[in-house]
C-alpha cells in the first residue's frame, strides 16, 4: 500500500535514522531539541549520529549546550554542514567526532558579539562572563582546527571565511562529500 505524503512524518523518519537537523538561528528552543534529540538516541543505543547544520549562528551559551551535548554522550556525533555554518554554528560543527562538508558550503567564525545595551556596572559585571565564553569558544577551535593564529587574528579583526576546500585544508573538516 503506498503512503500519502500528508502521512510521512519527517521529524519520525530523521530520528529512526538517527539524524538531527541544525538549521536556523541557535537560540534556547533550538537547543533544547536538539539537545532533547541527541540524548534521547544516545540512549537507544550508540551507533553515530549524523547533525546537518545549515545556520547563521546565534547565542553562545545555547551553542555550547549543544557542543557540551555531542561530546557528552556515547554515540559518534557526525557534524554535516550544508549551506552555511557560521558564527556559534561553526563552533559546533567542528565538535563532530567526524566532520563533513558538502561542496558548496560556507564556513565563517568572527569575534563574539554580546549585548550592551545595558547599566555601566552590569556591563562592567559581565565582562568577565564574556571573557570566559570567548576564551572558551577560540580554546575548542584551536583544539579541533588547523587555523593559524593571523586566521585567529582576521576572525577577531572582522570574519573569516572558508569554502569547503579550505575547510579540509584548515581541518575545520575531515572530508569534502558530494551526498548525502
Known sequence: M???VQDIHVDKILLNVRSVLLFGEIDTPMANQII????ALDSLNTRPITMYINSPGGC???GLAIADTMKGIQ???ITMVMGEACSMASVISTCGDKRYVLPHAIWMMHDMSVYAGDYYAKT???EKSWQHYYNTLINILKKY???SQAEF???ERGELWLNAEECVKKGVAD???NSI
Open 75 to 77: 554515540s559518534q556525533v
Open 145 to 147: 582546527t588547523k587555523l
Open 153 to 155: 587574528d582576521l576572525a
Open 36 to 39: 532533547s534529540k541527541l540524548v
Open 60 to 62: 553562545v551559551a545555547d
Open 124 to 126: 562592567r559585571a559581565r
Open 175 to 177: 572530508k569534502i562529500i
Open 2 to 4: 503506498k503512503r500519502k
